[in-house]
Structures are given as C-alpha cells and as structure tokens.
Antibody, heavy 116, light 110 residues
Framework: EVQLVESGGGLIQAGGSLRLSCAAS????????MSWVRQAPGKGLEWVSV???????YYADSVKGRFTISRDISENMVSLQMNNLRAEDTAVYYC??????????WGQGTTVTVSS | QSALTQPPSASGAPGQRVTIPCSGS????????VFWYQQLPGTAPKLLIY???QRPSGVPDRFSASKSDTSASLVISGLRSEDEADYYC???????????FGGGTKVTVL
C-alpha cells in the first residue's frame, strides 16, 4: 500500500527555519514525482514544490529562494527545507506522490505555524 | 487570486446533479491535463479525476468530468450527503513552471 507520513511541523518565529520530512512506503520516491502542497487555515490548496524522478525541481514564486526540496533515496524520503519563514507560510503542509495519472496519494499533513 | 477560477460554492438536493466549472488559460488547462480533487472536512485531498476525465479505481461513476479549450468541469450526478466536501481543479502551468489549483468549490447537499 502506498503511504506517506509527514513530520517536522511546529511553531516557529518569523525568520526561522524548519525542515519537513515525508517518509514513503509502498513505492520508491525516485521513480515518481513528489510534491509539497500547503493549505493555510480556512483557505484553498497552494502548490509549493515538486521534484521529478530525474531530479528536476520547481518552486512556487512565493517560496522560491527560501524553500528547498530534496530526496534521500536510501531512506525513501523527501524533505522540504524552509528558511526565512514568514507569517504567510503558516499552513498544513501535505506531501504527495504522483505518476501524472491515477497514482496520486497524499499524506495526512503536518502543521507549520509561524509567529510574527 | 488563483490561476484557475472556480465558484466558491455549489449546492443541490439529494439525487440532483451539480456542475462545478473551472476556468483557466492556454498555459494551463489549454495545454495540460486537468485533475480534480475532493477534500472532505479535516482530511487530505483525494484524487477524483485525472487526465481531464479519467476516474481512478474506486471512484464512483457518479463523478464525471470534461475539458474544452481552456475550461473544465466536474459533474456530480445523483448527489449524496457524503459528497459534501470541497472540490479543487488543478493543472500544470507552463508559464509559471508550477502546478496551479482552483480556489475550491464547497458543495452543500441541501
């Protein structure tokens, strides 16, 4: 069974850093594309970043230069390093795997709260 | 403001049909696959539709979708109480080099 478990969220002051992790099971992170999507309280979904099977990465303009997505194939895990956090980064962060078709599974999310 | 535009709400009585439109542009819906997600309260989003109109296994055939030019739509037929949720359209955007989501439509079963 494909499963994703996020961790690393918490309360952090503006300007601080956090590293989110996403542990994968039931598939290999290097053979699909892995994304981070966030949802601010009471708001809609906002795509944050993606890492493709070939290693290419893309970021939303709102996080470019501050967030870095990476993967550890040996640990079968994807991470999101978040630096210079702002109040507007407060959200539930979801990790998701997709093959661009019917494989599309999301984790339960981890909450990041940035206090100003 | 989302790159994909959806109405904030839609509603219908049990058994009725509800249509959720999603408007985009040539750089997203016009040139890439559209996906639809259902988010039940307090849970993570779940894939409902991929490749414009394909349903993953396990998704009831009450859910259908289509795409035309730079717009897409999700149809829920035979509305049931368990369909009360937020629905999001999504597509890759070539201009932004990123994925874009609609603002979400909250479906209420009257």
């Amino acid at each position: 069974e494909v499963q994703l478990v996020e961790s690393g969220g918490g309360l952090i002051q503006a300007g601080g850093s956090l590293r989110l992790s996403c542990a994968a099971s039931g598939f290999t992170v290097s053979t699909n594309y892995m994304s981070w999507v966030r949802q601010a309280p009471g708001k809609g979904l906002e795509w944050v970043s993606v890492i493709y099977s070939g290693g290419s990465t893309y970021y939303a303009d709102s996080v470019k230069g501050r967030f870095t997505i990476s993967r550890d194939i040996s640990e079968n895990m994807v991470s999101l390093q978040m630096n210079n956090l702002r109040a507007e980064d407060t959200a539930v962060y979801y990790c998701a795997v997709s093959d661009g078709e019917s494989l599309d599974v999301w984790g339960q999310g981890t909450t990041v709260t940035v206090s100003s | 403001q989302s790159a994909l535009t959806q109405p904030p709400s839609a509603s219908g009585a049990p058994g009725q049909r509800v249509t959720i439109p999603c408007s985009g542009s040539s750089s997203n819906i016009g040139s890439n696959f559209v996906f639809w997600y259902q988010q039940l309260p307090g849970t993570a989003p779940k894939l409902l539709i991929y490749r414009h109109s394909q349903r993953p296994s396990g998704v009831p055939d009450r859910f259908s979708a289509s795409k035309s030019d730079t717009s897409a739509s999700l149809v829920i037929s035979g509305l049931r109480s368990e369909d009360e949720a937020d629905y999001y359209c999504a597509a890759w955007d070539d201009s932004l080099s990123g994925r874009v989501f609609g603002g979400g439509t909250k479906v209420t079963v009257l």
